[in-house]
């Protein structure tokens, strides 16, 4: 059975960060590309980054730009994503997700995914 655990959310004043994890289990996790997405309230869920399955390759929304960093440690079957420099309009619940070979920007790509953890970022 396939499982992803995020954790890390919280409440943060702005400006400050966070490191979200995701704990995998159940899948071989170097065969998935790994993505993070989050969705507000009474809006739809959008893309923030995605790492490949070896790491080496990366993607981000225009949003997460030069404040996110995603990244994974197959060995512990973790991928994480580290969020600096906070703003309020980046709290909504955030989601890890697994597409089996590849990365994509597209929700609908992704075959796994986690049960999500708020994150709050205060003005």
């Known amino acids: 059975q396939v499982q992803l655990v995020e954790s890390g959310g919280g409440l943060v004043q702005a400006g400050g960060s966070l490191r979200l994890s995701c704990a995998t289990s159940?899948?071989?996790?170097?065969?998935?590309?790994m993505g993070w997405f989050r969705q507000a309230p009474g809006k739809e869920r959008e893309f923030v980054a995605a790492?490949?399955?070896?790491?080496?390759?990366?993607n981000y929304a225009e949003s997460a730009r030069d404040r996110f960093t995603v990244s994974r440690d197959n060995a512990k079957n973790t991928v994480y994503l580290q969020m600096n420099s906070l703003k309020p309009e980046d709290t909504a619940v955030y989601y890890c997700?697994?597409?089996?070979?590849?990365?994509?920007?597209?929700?609908?790509?992704?075959?796994?995914w986690g049960q999500g953890t708020q994150v709050t970022v205060s003005s």
């Open positions: 997700a697994a597409n089996l070979w590849s990365i994509s920007y597209y929700y609908t790509a992704y075959d796994y």
């Open positions: 159940g899948l071989t996790l170097s065969n998935y590309g």
């Open positions: 790492v490949s399955r070896s790491g080496v390759s990366t």
